[in-house]
């Protein structure tokens, strides 16, 4: 299955003065597979050890030396000399030894032209539990999230759609209404299946969409196991209502009493945390919107929770119906699902995206932009609407007090740039305020598209 992040890779691999590599994300999210089918395209010899099944490993990670590393990771692989030319070390479920983070520094030192990846989920859980941190300035990471739309189309067969889509220009006129109905259906195909890899592997082989919900409750019980295994007791339940909670509240802001009523919000504020940086729970902050960056003006004590996957949302809900035409399936809480894991994305895969957005709190007035993302060095508010048509008085609100020449909208409408004028009119004191700004309309199905389109229609 085509990943984007195998280009990366490539980049990484033909850096002379790479580091050791460490591919960061949720469990089940196709890393160990990314890694696996690199070394086939970059036609390199794999060895791999997996640390969750050579535990054993920890007294001779632990020691540092980098001798008796290879030579224990030697006999676990089974085919002698691992530092030799075209070859890949890869170290799977590092999070199971954490000792063998702080041992990435010796076995490059003992191997200084060896490339290594690492791979791992949750690893701040089992850091927590020991006296040291990631070794920091002596490793990259790569920061790896589920399939986005566009991969899914392309592991669908859908090349000629993919290419249309990312070949569309907004001066090209109108999108072919064809093209804009098959993307729709499986933009809502999308919604039900997500981008856990496995889930849309056995759907797009099978077309069986009961076989693919096993698939995503399997990777939810996962889930829960995992934590079991870094958290007991009171923690380990919260973690569970915190997880069942942040699916049933997605774009909304958090009221820890509603988690658990019984338990200190600190404690709460915690579980969600853990979950946080388990990248399980994606969270948007609070920014103002004056300015790039848009981390350095945020309140992050402001934030709404999002969840990993759609599709994984979806079955979570309970929609045991199946039925691609269930308005469940298209709700704004699922459009806005889709639209905040694809703008985590758009990111540089060496940092960990963040998502903000805007809110405004008045006695009459309140305001609240879904996203805001920062592209060319602007800021650009953005909408999500998921019907075709939809009040955009908040958005207004934004623009006038901002003074952005630009705004974004994704609802199911096809491509349009549009003038828009709006007028606000302050209740204190009944002045008003008017101005004109461009709306950039775009379906759901093109946010994979945003940064090229963005750029051509500032140019």
Known sequence: MYRRRLSYLTEWLSNARRKPLIVRGARQVGKSTLVRDFAVAAKLTLHEVNLEKHKELKSVLASNNAEKIFREFQIVIGRGNIDTPGALLFIDEIQAIPEALEALRYITEGAPGLPIIAAG??????????????????????????????????????????????????SDGVFSAVAHDR?????RLF????????AADVYLSTKDLTAMRKVQGSIVTTYRDDFAKYAKGAELLRLQKMLDHVSVSIGEKIKYSN?????????????????????????????????????AQSKFNIFKPYYLDCGLIS???????????????????????????HLLALGDPMT?????????????????????????????????????????KSLHQFMASKDSRLAIRFSQNIPDLSEVTYRLTNRSDHRSDSGTFKLLSLPFYMVGQLERVVGEVLA
């Open 191 to 198: 919604l039900l299946i997500g981008g856990m890899p496995e």
């Open 121 to 170: 989920s949750l690893l701040e859980f089992s850091l927590s539990d020991h006296e040291y941190s990631m070794p920091v300035g002596r490793v990259e990471y790569m920061f790896m999230g589920p399939l986005v739309f566009e991969e899914f189309l392309i592991a669908a067969g859908e090349t000629v759609l993919f290419d249309y889509l990312k070949n569309f220009r907004m």
């Open 315 to 341: 079955y979570m809900h309970g929609d045991i119906s199946l039925k691609l035409t269930s308005p469940r399936l298209i709700d704004g809480k699922l459009a806005e699902q889709f639209i905040a894991q």
């Open 352 to 392: 960990r995206p963040e998502l903000y957005y805007w809110l405004r709190e008045a006695k009459q007035s309140n305001a609240e932009v879904d996203f805001l993302i920062a592209l060319r060095g602007d800021i650009f508010p953005v909408e999500v609407k998921s019907g075709t048509a939809g009040v955009l």
């Open 259 to 295: 988690v658990d009523p019984d338990a200190k919000s600190t404690d709460i504020k915690r579980a969600l945390f853990l979950l946080h940086k388990a990248q399980v729970v994606e969270l948007a902050y609070h920014a103002s919107g004056g300015a790039a960056p848009l981390r």
């Open 183 to 187: 993307l729709l259906d499986y933009y």
